[in-house]
């Protein structure tokens, strides 16, 4: 089973940068598409990026194109988003997932399982 825990969260000035961890447990990420997706209360959860583990390929979200960066480390079995000049509007919860592939994870509406997330807040 394929266990996801997400850390790097926490209270950031807006402009300012964090980055965020997902350590991947019971897979190797080198076979798998990992992607970031962020809530905020009330809204439904939002895509960000994928990163694909077989060929290191990426995809984001208008949203977040040139500010967030997305990257892996297979040592460490672990993927990073790198988040720069956040915004008041970046507040949210934000969540790592796995899929088996880019239809399942980003494509098409994910239906896998989700771990507890991590809580950015941005202040202004």
């Known amino acids: 089973e394929v266990q996801l825990v997400e850390s790097g969260g926490g209270l950031v000035q807006a402009g300012g940068s964090l980055t965020l961890s997902c350590a991947v447990s019971?897979?190797?990420?080198?076979?798998?598409?990992i992607g970031w997706f962020r809530q905020t209360w009330g809204k439904m959860r939002e895509r960000l990026s994928c990163?694909?583990?077989?060929?290191?390929?990426?995809r984001y979200a208008d949203s977040v194109k040139g500010r967030f960066t997305i990257s892996s480390d297979s040592g460490k079995n672990t993927v990073y988003l790198r988040m720069n000049s956040l915004k008041l509007e970046d507040a949210a919860v934000y969540y790592c997932?796995?899929?088996?592939?880019?239809?399942?994870?980003?494509?098409?509406?994910?239906?896998?399982?989700w771990g507890q997330g991590t809580q950015i807040i941005v202040s202004s």
């Open positions: 997932a796995a899929g088996e592939s880019l239809e399942q994870l980003w494509i098409y509406p994910y239906e896998g399982s």
């Open positions: 019971g897979a190797d990420i080198g076979n798998y598409v």
């Open positions: 990163i694909r583990g077989s060929d290191g390929s990426t």
